[in-house]
């Protein structure tokens, strides 16, 4: 990603608003956008997922390979998680291979999910050292206003949990639901103005400073940290943010247990 | 074309697997502003395929050496999501997607006023979402959409639509069965109010007659689309 100037102005200006405890969108510190979430919408995938949050907007779409075992784990299949900002979704994304911003994206979110344990790659083995299932979730982003960490997220758990395996296309049985036992959630802070806020879109993230992602799983068990950008913080904000995180994911697991139940 | 015999595209009645005649276009739906952050979008639903195009600039063209005198280059990028086809694409550079994102950036150079907008760069981004025979087509009608959402002039839009033949018989609007198993691609880009042509790729075998039956069905299924794109532009988004 290109990183456009930022004028001192932006930043002078969300500083301000910051010392009246404001943001520009009027929002509350910890007020996320309103998130709007729609599953099973890709008809070429077995799993898919759309988000939306403000003008965000991200797609994830699950497919199934067969694969040999690896001979150290003959019973395991395996889950992989890509990641991909095309140039559709802003101006600032360029063309070619990507770049150091969407492969961290990926990362994390791949990190998030697979620590959580929520796939057992034990019940993706057909035959032990012959043939297993490849899982692969691709997030793709739209349209990138903001926070596009928490959108995909969302879509990459939401398109697992919708997720079928294709057994009868591949000749290996029959179609079942995709096992996936927990929801781990991202919920992310971005420093604008001297103080963490919760979902920041793209003028917070441009007039901004370093960024905390935490994916918790059921129970608020922590599967995945990570900070970006330059900026130093203290612990007792990282305890104002995590506490922040625990009620925000369940809002969000909530959310993604209804739709699934509405299918 | 594979011309593989055993799958049956078209019954006795002449009704084909999704229940059209062979001179019926399959149900297109656009609708524009589908990437908020873009200075023009839209969508287009046509039959599965399901793409997206979003449209940024007139801007500074970057690097220097692609900047022209006297006139925009239009930078378009053609690309199918990796969930979009049956089985996953993986991403990354491919030649089919190169020359579709090349044959699309002519056509439509071919209508946008470039020169009113020398040494700058107009950014076109084609992003197949769900795919069913004739992204190319979709893409290129979208892209269109998309440039005059934008605001960008053209002498026209360009409406793009593929026929062809399937057991020896010229249908129109080819859908995944007939694409694949069928004999002839001939996809167009039409300008809607000459009649003019931008775009045209052909791979096959089709004879004198069969070849101006499938260029008439394009013709008349660009007439139709091009009524849903006046609507989506003059509708704004739903």
């Given amino acids: 990603m290109s990183i456009p100037l930022v004028p001192s102005l932006l930043r002078a200006h969300l500083a301000e608003l910051a010392a009246e405890d404001k943001r520009h969108d009027g929002r509350d510190r910890f007020e996320g956008r309103d998130v709007e979430l729609e599953i099973n919408c890709l008809p070429r995938a077995e799993g898919s997922a759309r988000v939306r949050m403000g003008d965000t907007i991200v797609l994830a779409g699950v497919k199934f390979q067969i694969m040999t075992p690896y001979p150290d784990r003959p019973n395991e299949g395996g889950l992989m998680c890509s990641a991909e900002v095309r140039p559709v979704a802003g101006r600032n994304w360029e063309a070619g291979p990507p770049s150091a911003e969407s492969i961290e994206l990926g990362r994390v979110v791949d990190r998030g999910i697979r620590e959580s344990g929520c796939i057992n790659t034990e019940d993706l083995c057909i035959i032990p050292g012959e043939k297993a299932w490849q899982v692969i979730l691709d997030v793709f982003a739209i349209s990138d206003d903001g926070n596009l960490f928490d959108a995909f997220g969302l879509a990459a758990i939401a398109a697992l949990r919708s997720a079928t395996v294709p057994a009868e296309r591949f000749e290996v049985g029959e179609d079942m639901p995709l096992d996936v036992s927990k929801t781990p959630i991202m919920c992310s802070y971005h420093k604008v103005g001297g103080r963490f806020v919760y979902d920041a879109d793209k003028r917070e993230e441009l007039g901004g400073d370093e960024r905390i992602h935490i994916t918790l799983g059921d129970d608020d068990h922590v599967h995945s940290l990570q900070k970006g950008l330059k900026g130093i913080f203290t612990a007792a904000e990282f305890a104002d943010i995590m506490d922040e995180a625990r009620s925000r994911c369940a809002e969000l697991r909530d959310l993604v247990n209804e739709k699934l139940e509405g299918e | ?238």
């Fill in chain 2, 1 to 238: 074309m594979g011309g593989y015999g055993d799958v049956q595209c078209i019954d006795e009645n002449g009704i084909r697997l999704d229940g059209r005649t062979k001179d019926e276009v399959r149900p297109v739906s656009i609708e524009t502003g589908v990437v908020p952050v873009a200075d023009g979008s839209a969508r287009i639903r046509w039959g599965l395929n399901d793409c997206i195009a979003a449209v940024y600039g007139p801007m500074e063209a970057h690097p220097r050496k692609i900047q022209r005198q006297d006139r925009a280059v239009l930078d378009v990028r053609y690309n199918m999501a990796p969930f979009s086809t049956t089985d996953r694409i993986r991403p990354g550079f491919n030649r089919r997607s190169r020359e579709i994102s090349k044959v699309t950036a002519e056509a439509l150079e071919s209508v946008v006023l470039t020169e009113l907008y020398p040494r700058s760069k107009i950014r076109v981004e084609i992003e197949i979402i769900c795919a069913e025979a004739g992204t190319r087509c979709a893409g290129i009608t979208a892209a269109s959409v998309a440039l005059a959402h934008a605001g960008i002039p053209m002498t026209d839009m360009v409406v793009s639509v593929a026929s062809g033949k399937v057991h020896d018989i010229v249908v129109c609007d080819l859908n995944k069965e007939e694409d694949n198993y069928g004999e002839a691609d001939l996809p167009m880009g039409i300008l809607p109010n000459t009649g003019e042509l931008v775009f045209l790729q052909m791979d096959g075998d089709l004879s004198p007659d069969q070849f101006q039956e499938a260029w008439d069905y394009n013709m008349e299924a660009a007439k139709v689309i091009h009524e849903e794109m006046v609507r989506a532009l003059k509708g704004g988004a739903e």
